[in-house]
């Protein structure tokens, strides 16, 4: 998305107000997200006195990196956006009667009613994205000794039986017990 700043000023000058933004954009490319189609969705802000109440939603497609074989996928995101900004009334801060806002009610994003709207987007569709994609539920991964891809037929390294680390003991107890015997 475009370096782009939302001043809701006049939204929040007046109790009731309300906005709708329409949003079709092109997604930044960062190393955390990657968007292989536009942005697109709306919100609505409307001011309820002490806040400004973000609602609406978003989609787009991302690009992502399967968790077992690493071949990339694509995965469409949709996200409900249902936000809350505390309200900076202009007139109350020129008068000097604006309250203060507490730490825990300060949004980094949302300055004198400024919205630093890509960055509230692209955290939005961060929340989204699967911890561990899968390029499919039946994905086989990666050999751990060559590294070839088992989606595509199996490899010729040896079948290696994984040994337990209790498995000394177990021979050892079963020395003993026949010893016993």
Do not use: H, W
Not at 150 to 155: A, D, I, K, T
Request: glycine letters at 6%; one cysteine or more.
């Amino acid at each position: 998305m475009r370096e782009l700043k939302l001043d809701l000023s006049e939204i929040a000058a007046t109790v009731g107000k309300k906005y709708r933004y329409e949003i079709k954009e092109e997604c930044a490319e960062d190393e955390d997200l990657r968007c292989v189609a536009p942005i697109v969705g709306s919100i609505e802000f409307t001011n309820t006195g002490r806040l400004i109440v973000a609602r609406g939603s978003v989609s787009t497609t991302i690009e992502l990196e399967c968790s077992r074989c690493l071949e990339r996928l694509t995965a469409p995101v949709e996200v409900e956006i249902d936000e809350q900004f505390p309200v900076t009334n202009v007139q109350a801060l020129m008068a000097g009667y604006e309250e203060e806002i507490t730490e825990e009610e300060q949004e980094p994003l949302f300055v004198n009613n400024i919205l630093d709207l890509p960055e509230f987007i692209r955290q939005m569709i961060l929340v989204q994205v699967p911890i561990q994609p899968l390029c499919s539920k039946d994905c086989k991964g990666l050999c751990p000794t060559c590294g070839r891809n088992l989606n595509e037929g199996p490899c010729d390294c040896p079948l290696v039986v994984e040994v337990s680390p209790f498995a000394a003991l177990g021979q050892f107890l079963g020395r003993e017990k026949r010893s016993n015997e």
